[in-house]
């Protein structure tokens, strides 16, 4: 089992900054992916971004230029900077990992973007 710890949500103004971490931890052999969704009140969960064990990252279309994914692989901790925050980015964001195959979600953070 991998346990996934978020941390880094919370309230910012229209224009602020946020960065989202997540760790991974437990039984641990290779993580292949790893990345964050979001879902927003009576919306379906959706992608935001998504990294590789081989550094390659992939974004949602509508996020890129304004969101930022990253890794550091030896603490198995994957960041998202997310920059220019808009209202319609309030959303609770989830962190997903792929460890040898499985897929694993965070319990999720709530980033609310208001003023």
């Not at 990345?35 to 990294?51: H, K, T």
């Not at 960041?79 to 460890?99: F, G, I, S, W």
């Amino acid at each position: 089992q991998v346990q996934l710890v978020e941390s880094g949500g919370g309230l910012v103004q229209p224009g602020g900054s946020l960065r989202l971490s997540c760790a991974a931890s437990g039984s641990i052999f290779r993580i292949d992916v790893m990345g964050w969704y979001r879902q927003a009140p009576g919306n379906q969960r959706e992608l935001v971004a998504l990294i590789t064990s081989g550094g390659s990252t992939s974004y949602a279309d509508s996020l890129k230029g304004r969101f930022t994914i990253s890794r550091d692989t030896a603490k198995n901790t994957v960041y998202l900077q997310m920059n220019r925050l808009k209202p319609e980015d309030t959303a609770v964001h989830y962190c997903y990992v792929v460890e040898s195959r499985r897929a694993y979600w965070g319990q999720g953070t709530q980033v609310t973007v208001s003023s």
